[in-house]
């Protein structure tokens, strides 16, 4: 059973930082790439950043700079680190795995489609 858990989210003021985990346990899959995403309030979910198991990374545009992928594939373990956060960043945020190689387009792992398994979420709250 392949879990996902996240970690790390909370309230911070605007320009603040916070750092995402998502624990994964119950494979034993050496490819997988794995991904964040966020959902706000009355809008759809949204890819933030993923990374392949080469290390390769994508990001949404409007967060290249302030938000930063990493992955621990040791302890399964994937980070985000957000930097100088905004209002517009309030949302659940959710991680996502996908179990085996990836041959597409990276900018498809910015989308829900290619992954197989998703955590239950952490909420991230910046104010102004």
């Known amino acids: 059973q392949v879990q996902l858990v996240e970690s790390g989210g909370g309230s911070v003021q605007a320009g603040g930082s916070l750092r995402l985990s998502c624990a994964a346990s119950?494979?034993?899959?050496?490819?997988?790439?794995m991904g964040w995403f966020r959902q706000a309030p009355g809008k759809e979910r949204e890819g933030v950043a993923a990374i392949q198991d080469d290390g390769r990374t994508i990001y949404l545009d409007s967060l290249k700079g302030r938000f930063t992928i990493s992955q621990d594939r040791a302890k399964h373990t994937m980070y985000l680190q957000m930097n100088t956060l905004k209002p517009e960043d309030t949302a659940m945020y959710y991680c996502?795995?996908?179990?085996?190689?990836?041959?597409?387009?990276?900018?498809?792992?910015?989308?829900?489609?290619?992954?197989?398994?998703w955590g239950q979420g952490t909420q991230v709250t910046v104010s102004s």
């Open positions: 119950g494979y034993t899959y050496s490819s997988y790439c």
């Open positions: 996502a795995a996908r179990l085996g190689y990836y041959y597409g387009p990276s900018y498809v792992l910015l989308t829900t489609s290619p992954y197989n398994y």
